[in-house]
């Protein structure tokens, strides 16, 4: 068994260990608490054990080795980090129920169907530019998946505070809900995440310009991922500028982030189904 399977079973196990010290008491109708001490330590733990996991699986002297599973498990491990920063600015421990599950599946698979038996996508990367320009591509995706998750949950937690019927409060998903931040807090995290991923975004679209001139003689290449990318950027410009501007918030602005990752969502991961599917 290689390092990079039992790396991430041991993380898997983790994440599942601690979600279920999170869903049990919850279930049990207890008050929940945030992770505190040893757990937050454990967690810690299995951050950076998925972390090394991923650069041993993924990671090599010339070239990035990728397949649909160490995508998934790269794309949660930088949404585990960034929650674990974003804790750090507000009480967002309420995520986990959400986070946890996700983690536990993702890394598990990589573990089921390892990154050399999937159909891994070999990329050389001598070019600098080039190995930039994937690692900022795959922040920025990670950074606004983040937030489109945080939008769902404000939508859910936006409709559960305006239901009428006190009994609808009182299921599993209430008690989730209500162990989530303020509304206000949660839309101030994300609005901070969706200018840093927007950011991100520009930058990775630069440099793939820069990378796309030197390999074709093109700035931006007629290519599904290049449409669905500059789309994206193009959603997530308006927002921005329509929350400076005219202060953008609430059920517009949760909209407008779900619209933006989906357009990005197609263009990082859904070429086969856009090429084999909607452009056959």
Request: glycine content about 6%; aromatic content about 12%.
């Amino acid at each position: 068994m290689s390092l990079n399977i039992v790396l991430h079973l041991l993380a898997s196990f983790i994440y599942l260990g601690i979600g279920l010290s999170l869903w049990i008491p919850l279930a049990q109708k207890q008050t929940f608490s945030p992770i505190t001490g040893l757990r937050r330590f454990i967690l810690l733990v299995a951050i950076v054990l998925h972390g090394i996991a991923i650069h041993v699986a993924m990671l090599h002297n010339e070239y990035i080795q990728l397949s649909w599973t160490a995508g998934l498990s790269l794309t949660m491990w930088i949404v585990m980090l960034i929650f674990w920063l974003e804790r750090l600015l507000a009480r967002i421990d309420g995520y986990l129920f959400i986070l946890l599950p996700f983690a536990f599946v993702m890394t598990l698979l990589t573990t089921i169907f390892p990154v050399a038996s999937s159909s891994p996508l070999i990329i050389p990367v001598r070019n600098e530019i080039f190995r930039l320009h994937i690692l900022l591509s795959l922040l920025a995706y990670s950074l606004i998946a983040i937030a489109a998750i945080q939008s769902g949950l404000m939508a859910l937690f936006d409709r559960y505070l305006h239901r009428q019927k006190i009994k609808e409060r009182k299921g599993l998903t209430g008690l989730v809900l209500q162990a989530q931040p303020p509304l206000l807090t949660q839309e101030k995290v994300l609005f901070l995440l969706v200018w840093i991923g927007f950011f991100v975004l520009t930058i990775a679209i630069i440099t793939g310009m820069y990378v796309s001139w030197q390999i074709s003689q093109k700035l931006l290449p007629i290519d599904h991922k290049t449409i669905f990318s500059i789309a994206s950027w193009l959603v997530f410009a308006v927002l921005l500028t329509g929350r400076v501007i005219w202060g953008w918030r609430g059920r517009l602005a949760l909209h407008c982030n779900l619209i933006g990752f989906t357009l990005l969502l197609l263009g990082y991961t859904g070429s086969r189904f856009v090429i084999d599917v909607l452009l056959h």
